[in-house]
């Protein structure tokens, strides 16, 4: 095994496919051309679903690619864990009715184990139980002892609403006895973390009809995603993925502005943790021409970068910093995205923008927050009342997945039901007032002033637009 950085590792894995037929092809946009189903792009092989339904043709049988994705479901367990992230790289071959497990077997074997030189002797596989095939190919050709190839009922992917589906053969490698639970039966599958999945080949040989029944499909494909960070990981002998070369970098900077130093305190390596990553999302996001809002992926944009700035508050910075964050991260990955070059200007004003008010938002809204704890400490509570979570989302612009979780984080809960009733009662004020047509603003007449002799208030450094009219 021989160290990679995870320029290199990209790159391997590109030039590899493309020796073998493969059209390399860029990373789609994070933003999901005509799919309303999708609000960002989470998976490698998320912008290729017109192809494998057959819906429309691909430019080529045979593709790679290294797609970028962000997921924030699970948001909350970034930084708490060595693998969970916003922002992850998926390195992917597909084939659209071409080749099938006879051949991308063999080569995802050959990948692993000549080009990246993983030890053979440490990697395991798991198989659908009634996959033969894919059993024959793992234990006859590539070589794999039977003791390290492992039936699971959990080897089967498809979507619920039917479609393209099949087996998949997850490639894991074992990284030691001290990484384990220490049970006779961890293997593949145990949560421990001990077992390693690095990748994954989805074998889509059936379509799911509305039945419930399968049918082979005329055309089978192949669908694989190998986790560049995991790989990294692996490679660099690095505990988790945040020591990578790929994110550690952007720790070291927040180390710098905090004053902090890594693996000193669990509480700080979390927030820590959790700019780099997130930082990795915003400039992506923003590069791809998403904005923060109110709603959809501008919400997810914002809600992110907020995030990390609050997080940033944690570890004492008070002064603006994430342009700084995300100046480093386009260093780091432009070479490959030289978009993130090209719009670094771009991305520096809308996050400046973004922090700059959120700074004094995040201030107010943490002030009354706090006071509210305290008196329910006093008082015994331990949940915090819906309208009063409502009053910092309505009044003070405070997210309330934040105001969730600094209470969790200080042994709190937050009443989820009265917040909605909260949000609700104030939606149906905001749709009555709309429909209320006695209440009407009134207008001053102003297309008759003389602008000549009117003053300038120097000192005035806020205004509000009451009206617009139409030129005459």
Known sequence: MKYLSGNE???????????????????????????????????????????FTGKVKPPATRITTCQKCVRTGDIENVGRTARHHTYFEMLGNFSFGDYFKKEVIPWAWEFLTKVL??????????????????????????????????KLEDNWWEITSGGPCGP???????????????SPDCGPGCDCGRFLELWNLVFTQYNKEPDGSYTPLQHKNIDTGLGLERVASVLQNKP???????????????????GKTYNADPKDDVSLKVIADHARSVTFMIGDGILPSNEGRGYILRRVLRRAIRHGRLLGIRKEFLVGAADLVIDMYGDHYTDLREKKSYIEKVIAMEENSFLQTLEQGT?????????????????????????LYDTFGFPWELTEEILEEQGFTMDKEGFEKAMEAQRERARSARNDKEGKPVLYETRHLKLGVLTVDEASKNGKVAAIFPAH
């Not at 198989?127 to 033969?132: F, L, R, W």
């Not at 490639?171 to 220490?182: A, K, P, S, V, Y």
């Open 240 to 258: 988790s993925n945040f020591e990578t070369d790929l994110i550690f970098p952007i720790i070291e900077y927040a180390c710098r502005v905090s």
């Open 367 to 391: 002030d009354l927050l706090n006071q509210k704890i305290d008196a329910m400490r006093k008082a015994g509570s331990t949940v915090l009342n819906g309208e009063d979570a409502f009053q």
């Open 9 to 51: 590792i990209r790159q391997k894995y590109l030039d590899f496919f493309k020796e073998r037929g493969h059209l390399v092809l860029p990373s789609a946009s994070l933003i999901p051309h005509d799919d309303p189903t999708l609000l960002l792009i989470g998976a490698g092989m998320a912008p290729f679903k017109p192809y």
């Open 117 to 150: 030189e993983l030890p053979a002797d440490k990697l395991w596989i798991t198989v659908y139980p009634k996959d033969q095939e894919a059993y024959d190919l793992w234990h006859d050709v590539c070589g794999v002892p039977a003791e390290r190839i492992v």
């Open 168 to 182: 998949d053969s997850e490639i894991h490698i074992d990284l030691g006895e001290e990484r384990g639970c220490g």
